[in-house]
C-alpha cells in the first residue's frame, strides 16, 4: 500500500500514547509506558514521521534552494540502522510537502564530497563512532543535523531524539543550528526536551 499508508498504520495502532502538538499535520511525542518497550520498528516509523515534519518548521538561508521556496529537500543518512529504513519508505512514497529524496552517504570522505547536495543530514547509529569528524566536515555548512544518539545535540549537532519519562522526545541545540544559518521555528523552541543555547544546556520539562 506503500510507506505513508503503512506508517499512518503505525500510527493508528497506537493512537493512544500519540500525544498531539497542535502543529500541522504530523509532530508527536510518544508515551510508551503501557508497553514494556515499543516494536523497535513502530518507533523507528514514528521518528522517521517526526523528522519528515520537523523540516516544515526549519528556515535555512537565501542562498540555499530551500523547501519553504518550493524545492525538493535533500536528506543525506550516513551509515545504516533501522531508522535509516523508514526514511527512505516514506521519502520513495512521496506526496507530501516539501518533496522528500534521499542520498546514502557511506562515509565522512563521502560527506566531505556531498554536503553541497544536502539540506539535511541523518546521522545512523552504524556512524555514531564519527561523530565529531562529521561535525568538523560540516562545520558553518546550513544543513539540519540529526541523530539518534541522546547526546548529539550536546555534542553540537542541531537535533536528537531522546526517550524521556517513557516518550520519545527531542532535543535542539540553538547554537548549531545559529552557526549553520539555521532558523528553528519557535514551535520547536516550546516542545524540545532540552535546548542548548550560549554553551548551556537547558532542561524545559
Excluded at 521555528?185 to 544546556?201: F, K, P, Q, T, Y
Aim: charged share 20%; glycine share 6%; proline share 3%.
Amino acid at each position: 500500500m506503500g510507506a505513508m499508508v503503512n506508517m499512518m498504520r503505525y500510527l493508528s495502532s497506537i493512537h493512544r500514547w500519540l500525544i498531539p502538538f497542535g502543529l500541522a499535520l504530523l509532530l508527536v511525542m510518544v508515551n510508551v509506558s503501557h508497553t514494556a518497550a515499543m516494536r523497535p520498528t513502530m518507533e523507528d516509523a514514528v521518528k522517521a514521521a517526526m523528522l519528515h515534519n520537523f523540516v516544515k518548521f526549519v528556515r535555512w538561508p537565501a542562498t540555499v534552494s530551500a523547501p519553504e521556496k518550493g524545492n525538493s529537500l535533500v536528506l543525506g543518512v550516513l551509515g545504516h540502522d533501522p531508522l535509516q529504513e523508514k526514511l527512505f519508505k516514506l521519502a520513495a512514497e512521496g506526496g507530501q510537502a516539501p518533496l522528500v529524496r534521499t542520498l546514502q552517504i557511506n562515509s565522512v570522505q563521502e560527506l566531505a564530497n556531498r554536503k553541497h547536495e544536502l539540506q539535511v543530514l541523518y546521522v545512523s547509529r552504524s556512524a555514531r563512532a564519527d561523530i565529531d569528524a562529521i561535525l568538523r566536515v560540516l562545520q558553518g555548512a546550513p544543513i539540519l543535523t540529526v541523530c539518534d544518539d541522546e547526546l548529539f545535540a550536546e555534542q553540537g549537532g542541531i537535533m536528537n531524539f531522546v526517550r524521556h519519562n517513557s516518550r520519545i522526545r527531542f532535543d535542539i541545540n540553538l547554537d548549531a543550528a545559529k552557526e549553520s544559518h539555521l532558523q528553528l521555528s519557535s514551535n520547536l523552541h516550546d516542545l524540545a526536551r532540552v535546548i542548548v543555547v550560549d554553551g548551556v544546556s537547558r532542561r524545559r520539562r
